[in-house]
């Protein structure tokens, strides 16, 4: 029949689509009970994350629904990643606007369905509610680090090396490419930018060898410095030794001023994480074993602040340290 | 010095506004991490429950900042008491509106050191940030029950009897009041409906009790049938056994058709759970220790549904079964 649909109300769009999210995970009961239930277990400490997203601030409103649900799933697992938690589960708090389909929920739950399967997790619960605002979208993911051993940003000690996983940059110039600033023909910096590859099996293998970690959300240099503030000491990194994409790459042979962009735009989600020089054999080779590169990039020092060095031993400087949302 | 003030960043706002929050909770790691770390243990399980809140749809642009955080803890802490567990701390989502002055914020921030002390938890993490939209609340509370004895929605068997905390139906006439569709001259409908009081201490005595429990968020009506759907059983209670304020009786003694509203409004916040009838005193007494009265207000049967029965034994209809909001 054409004319309009009606939109389906609160039980009717749990039942039918984000039960099925839940389906294969005892602990969310259906989504039948007032919350989810979680075995725990004595040798393991629970880690806990939760990130918001909201339409015109985090993502566009043209943006695919099934890629808004995976990155706001992913920015969660890679914040459990950087503690070296492995992820348990999730709770989803969707708030829809006045004009939001049905069929964008379900696009939305697809997008979930996918992320499941590969990342092993499954819907524990939640809220659906709906509001006069643009859709705004909340995720706790809980995950699990055997006790006494979660990764945190606090512990780099001077003389430890700098390292991240994957390539820096990506996410920061794939978001100017949606905007039409770089050139980006094969859209692999736009997909960056939309799906961040959260580093799950890496944070894990981390654990006892890292001594600080981090994921890169809010931009290299300002995570840096978070990592040095709270561990009280200080950073130098070496411009020429930063991963690039080849597509990165690309942009900065065209425009070399983007290198300030790659430093301090956010969006990466790679692990930036500090270990002593002699496990550099080590740590590259447990994540390679995952598939994923790990480049040192810097070394700890003692006092504070973050120092960039050019090509010649020249210190760069730049006028923005990182990107500041409230 | 008079004129505009600027409004703080993110991370001032964290610092400043939020982290006494959790500076006496170690998991919170200061709010310095990607995460928060919360011990387990093997005996006992998790339960978890996120609710959101937002304003113009869960709260009024005036309502006192600090009673809709307590607000918005309490909902979530009630989610906790309906399955029987102890509150163990919880995560904040924090959508500001463009407008949201920092003074909103602190007094926001007030409210929840008030109620963390009156329930014994304190915030362990979350995510702050700003939108285009109304202020969007996403409260993630974490609870731990007695390994497999969570409380649940199913459980309750024909011949239980149907219990309730507390009184029925303040919360919808407290909203009536506010809107001035209902006198409320002492202003304690309106307090009970800014304020629940969740029965956490209640809920924890009715492990091994009660054989099925929710908290009354929706309307006793809905909520009851919730309840009898996913145990396959029907119900059957009696009017005149509600438990009643002084203010909502006063209130239906001028207007009795308000019996509809008592029944079918929600956000009452009291704990609905049935029992076997022997159990009856047990479960009355265990509330009373804890200071909550609780009151037996029909049965459960076989077959399916929820039916009201007046006081000369006939059976009322109502036009809605509860609140539905999506």
């Not at 447990?286 to 994923?292: E, F, H, I, P, R």
């Amino acid at each position: 029949m054409a004319g309009g649909r009606e939109r389906l109300g609160e039980f009717e769009l749990i039942s039918r689509l984000l039960a099925p999210l839940a389906k294969d995970e005892p602990g969310a009961l259906g989504l039948l009970d007032d919350g989810a239930v979680l075995a725990s277990s004595s040798d393991s400490d629970l880690v806990l994350t939760k990130d918001l997203m909201i339409c015109g601030v985090h993502f566009l409103p043209d943006d695919p629904a099934d890629l808004v649900a995976r990155k706001l799933l992913r920015v969660n697992l890679s914040d459990l990643a950087a503690m070296g938690a492995t992820p348990r589960g999730y709770l989803l708090g969707l708030c829809l606007a006045p004009d939001t389909e049905d069929e964008w929920v379900a696009r939305f739950a697809d997008g979930l369905i996918e992320d499941q399967g590969s990342f092993g997790v499954h819907m524990l619960g939640g809220d659906t509610t709906a509001g006069p605002g643009p859709v705004t979208l909340s995720l706790t993911a809980i995950g699990t680090v055997p006790k006494g051993h979660v990764l945190r940003r606090k512990g780099a000690r001077p003389g430890d090396r700098i390292f991240v996983t994957g390539t820096i940059g990506d996410g920061a110039l794939g978001l100017l490419a949606l905007r039409g600033q770089v050139t980006d023909p094969t859209g692999v910096l736009a997909d960056r930018y939309r799906l961040p590859q959260p580093r799950v099996s890496v944070g894990a293998a981390l654990l006892g060898r890292a001594t600080a970690c981090l994921d890169v959300s809010d931009g290299l240099l300002a995570d840096l410095g978070h990592l040095c503030d709270v561990s009280g000491v200080g950073a130098r990194i070496e411009a020429a030794a930063l991963p690039l994409s080849d597509a990165a790459r690309h942009a900065l042979a065209n425009a070399p001023e983007l290198l300030e962009t790659v430093l301090t735009g956010g969006d990466d989600y790679e692990l930036l994480f500090t270990a002593p020089p002699e496990r550099t054999e080590e740590v590259v080779a447990v994540a390679a074993a995952k598939g994923v590169p790990v480049t040192a990039i810097g070394d700890v020092t003692s006092g504070s602040g973050v120092t960039v060095q050019g090509g010649n031993g020249e210190v760069l400087g730049f006028a923005r340290s990182g990107y500041r949302h409230r």
